[in-house]
T-cell receptor, first 110, second 116 residues
Framework: AQRVTQPEKLLSVFKGAPVELKCNYS??????LFWYVQYSRQRLQLLLR??SRESIKGFTADLNKGETSFHLKKPFAQEEDSAMYYC????????????FGKGTKLSVKP | DTEVTQTPKHLVMGMTNKKSLKCEQH?????MYWYKQKAKKPPELMFV???????INESVPSRFSPECPNSSLLNLHLHALQPEDSALYLC???????????????FGNGTRLTVT
């Protein structure tokens, strides 16, 4: 069955420190992976998708099919990065549903 | 307009009430979704409409009844809800569920529902 695992509920780092939010997935087909972010009192919004191979707000994520991972990284965390981050998997066939991991709350301290 | 708009922002209803949640987007998206999010949990898919037709119902109880009057609107009709249905209900849209490369979800701010 399809599954997204984010092992850390809370990740706390100091400003300027590197940050890595872990995401592992389980899916036998070709996955499409996303990171969504929810800042305090704001809507859930797309941060990254693996097919774009882009860097948004300094964040990058690389799909590693061998390790079935899609970890989110940023070399220097900022206080405004504090938010809830959800890794999501969209699986194929006629359904095209999106399932979310349980989320990691990132807290960046000054 | 690049937003998904949901009304109302907050709703308190009794278990015998009938109410509706509304969602609107004017991005030309042809897929619309209802998600339910309990506190400190990720969103869970409830329904998907694709080209105004219900394509996915994730075994949601019949006290939740979705409706898609046109390509820009999505409603969720509520009747005889239970206190455990209290949650944040999120609407989302995407360009086309069949267009994998260009279909990220755009979420609304949600309706905070409390059932008393």
């Amino acid at each position: 069955a399809q599954r997204v695992t984010q092992p850390e509920k809370l990740l706390s780092v100091f400003k300027g420190a590197p940050v890595e939010l872990k995401c592992n997935y389980s899916y036998s087909g070709s996955p499409e992976l996303f990171w969504y972010v929810q800042y305090s009192r704001q809507r859930l919004q797309l941060l990254l998708r693996h097919i774009s191979r882009e860097s948004i707000k300094g964040f990058t994520a690389d799909l590693n099919k061998g390790e079935t991972s899609f970890h989110l990284k940023k070399p220097f965390a900022q206080e405004e990065d504090s938010a809830m981050y959800y890794c999501a998997l969209r699986y194929g066939g006629s359904q095209g549903n999106l399932i979310f991991g349980k989320g990691t709350k990132l807290s960046v301290k000054p | 307009d690049t937003e998904v708009t949901q009304t109302p922002k907050h709703l308190v209803m009794g278990m015998t009430n009938k109410k509706s949640l509304k969602c609107e987007q004017h991005m030309g998206h042809r897929a619309m979704y209802w998600y339910k999010q309990k506190a400190k949990k990720p969103p869970e898919l409830m329904f998907v409409y694709s080209y105004e037709k219900l394509s996915i119902n994730e075994s949601v109880p019949s006290r939740f009844s979705p409706e898609c009057p046109n390509s820009s609107l999505l409603n969720l009709h509520l009747h005889a809800l239970q206190p455990e249905d209290s949650a944040l209900y999120l609407c989302a849209s995407s360009q086309d569920r069949r267009d994998w490369d260009n279909s990220p979800l755009h979420f609304g701010n949600g309706t905070r529902l409390t059932v008393t």
